[in-house]
């Protein structure tokens, strides 16, 4: 049985994200092959940071470690003063946090309600109590929806 790395696994989990948002920033001879390289070490550093999080906690923190890291190559690189025409940061976070909840409104019952609730601060016991779940189901049916909006997102 061949063990692999943790970091692996998370590179390899994540790649769809890496090449997506690399591809959104090639810019004036830097190719995606360089960004992407980029991406990976600024992930690299902080990699106990990333092992130690859940799976949407680890999504989000690795995008914008990512896209930190794409965007500082792109301003250090000599042919480069500055960021894409047009680009506008928070519209870019705006965007993603506009495809969430799309992705979310796209949810069926109850999963819908389940995501609503919790992101709203309900603990899982008043979900339960207001969906008739137990808190065990909450739980479940959370992780299970979390997995699939992380599959969406990327």
């Known amino acids: 049985m061949r063990r692999t790395d943790p970091f692996d696994e998370l590179l390899h989990r994540y790649r769809g994200l890496l090449f997506t948002l690399c591809s959104r920033f090639r810019h004036r001879g830097l190719d995606i092959d360089d960004l992407i390289q980029e991406a990976t070490i600024a992930l690299w550093r902080n990699r106990e940071r990333l092992l130690a999080l859940g799976n949407i906690q680890q999504a989000a923190l690795t995008w914008k470690i990512a896209r930190n890291a794409v965007i ?7 042919e480069t003063d500055s960021l894409p025409e047009g680009y506008d940061q928070q519209d870019e976070d705006n965007s993603l946090l506009h495809e969430l909840h799309e992705q979310i409104a796209r949810l069926e019952e109850p999963d819908r309600t389940i995501v609503t609730m919790q992101l709203e601060g309900y603990s899982y016991e008043e979900i339960g109590k207001t969906l008739e779940m137990t808190e065990k189901n909450v739980s479940v049916r959370l992780v299970r929806i979390k997995e699939k909006l992380r599959k969406a997102m990327i």
Request: cysteine-free; aromatic content about 14%; charged content about 45%.
């Open 72 to 78: 500082d190559a792109l301003r250090h690189y000599e």
